[in-house]
C-alpha cells in the first residue's frame, strides 16, 4: 500500500484533493480537513491555488517575498500568486524556495527521475552485455589469450542466439 498523501500545508494525511487547470496547466493541491476549511475551499469564489502553493512553502527563501525577480523573464513570486505559473524555465531556478517545499509536499521528492518501460531496460541491459562481451573477446585476442577469446564468442553467440533470433552470427 503506497503512503498516504500530505497536507500541502501541514503535512497531515489530505483528505481533500483539489485539481485546477488554468492554461491547460494541471495543478493539484492536497489538504487536510481543517486546512481546507481554513483556506476557503468550499467556497469556490474565495479560492486561489496559486496563493494556497505560495503560503504551502513551509521554508520560503527571499524569493518566495515577491523581491526576487527571474533575470530571463523579469516574472516575480507575486507575479506567480496572480498567474499560477511561471514566465519561463529559469523561474525554476530563480524561485527554488517556493518550488522546492511544494514539490517535497506533492510529491516524493523534487527530482523528476521518470519511468522506463520493462523491456526496454530488458533490450538495455542485453546489449550492455553484448558490448562488454564484444570488448572483452577484442582485448583477449590483442593479448592473444585464445582461450578466453574462444568463451567470449561462444557467450556472444549464445546470447545472440537465444535473445535476438534475427541477429546476425
Known sequence: MSNPLKCSVCSKPATVHLTQIVNNQVHKVDLCEACAQAKGVTDPGGFSLADLLLKAS????????????????????????????????????????????????????????????????????????????????????KSERYEDAARARDEISQVKQNFLPDAPR
Open 58 to 141: 513551509l521554508n520560503p527563501e527571499p524569493a518566495a517575498s515577491g523581491k526576487a525577480r527571474c533575470e530571463k523573464c523579469g516574472f516575480t513570486a507575486v507575479d506567480f500568486k496572480k498567474l499560477g505559473r511561471f514566465g519561463c524555465p529559469a523561474c525554476y531556478d530563480t524561485f527554488r524556495g517556493i518550488v522546492d517545499p511544494m514539490l517535497e509536499n506533492m510529491h516524493s521528492g523534487v527530482t523528476h527521475t521518470g519511468k522506463v518501460p520493462t523491456r526496454a531496460l530488458e533490450r538495455k541491459s542485453l546489449y550492455d552485455r553484448l558490448t562488454k562481451l564484444e570488448l572483452d573477446l577484442s582485448e583477449a585476442i
